[in-house]
Structure formats: C-alpha cells, structure tokens
C-alpha cells in the first residue's frame, strides 16, 4: 500500500475517457494494489473521493465516503468499480465543490440530487442503491473523473475562487440551483 502522486489539471490523464475493468481483472495484483492505494492516497489528502486517473490510473475506478446504508448516519470509505449513475430527479442541489487535481480553488456547482448508482465493489459484487444529497454530489464529481471531466467544466460562472480568499472576503453568490454550501 502506497500513498501515490496525484495529478493536477493540465495533466492529460486527467482529460481521457479511463478503460472499464473486465470483471474478472477486478482480483488481479494490479486493480487490487490500486483500490490499496487509492484509499491510502485519499486518506493522506483527507478528500471525499479520489478517481484512479487521479492517480495516473486510466481505469474506472473510484474511492468516495458514503453513508454506510441509505438511513444510517455513518460513513465509511467505499470503492466502484466501472460505476453507471442515472439521475433519478431532474432537480439541481447546488455546492460549493473543489478537488484535489485543482488544489486551492473551490467553484459552485449545480447536480441532480438524487441517482440511482450500479457498481461492481473490490470484490465483484454487484452494487445498486440509490444516493441523494451530499453523497450524490461526491457519486457525480468522482464519476465525472472517469470520463475526464473536471468539475471546472461544470462550474456557475463568476463562483469559482481560492478558498483563502474566500475565507476572507465570503464565496461570491451563486444564481442558479439553491444556495446550499457544503
Ligand atoms: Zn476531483
């Protein structure tokens, strides 16, 4: 287990479409090492969600903090392999969202609030459930990763910011979706 390097914007691995995983590569050394270390990595930088091209990994691959069952108030670090999302509302939840190949910059974003998402975990079974709320915003960021899709791309324009300055001087009002912050 390793704590890997993660990429930033500018890097092209971070614009690529990452290969699925053929289901029966997902208990090989290599996709095993990496769902290893993508949780070490994500556990070092404290994010909610790391993608494997963040970590120079072309494959669809996630780690992201959910809540354990769908009424329970814990969370715990889970892993998708070749994850689909299906938005489930056509209703925006707006945050403030930032990342870790884009240190230092937070930027408002507006996403479906409630997916249905269909998953294989480290094991090869099958995930299906439904996330609303915060943990579908960290499903659609992460996921958006996999088809070399930055969050900055999907930012209101006029909300994107260094959090220090934000720390100062407050985050600029978004328009559109709510004005939730996370
Ligand atoms: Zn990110």
Redesign the pocket.
Known sequence: MSILRVARMGHPVLRRVADPVPPEEISSDRIQRLVDDLLDTVEEYEGA???AP?VHESVRVVALTLPVADDDEDEEMQVWINPVLTPLTDDLIGSYEG????PGLRGFVGRPGHIRVQALDRFGQRIDRELSGFAAIVAQ??CD?LDGV??VDRVEPGTLGFVEEMRRYGAPRPTGADDGEE
């Open positions: 969600g790391l993608a963040q990342c870790l190949s884009v960021h992460e990763h930055l969050y």
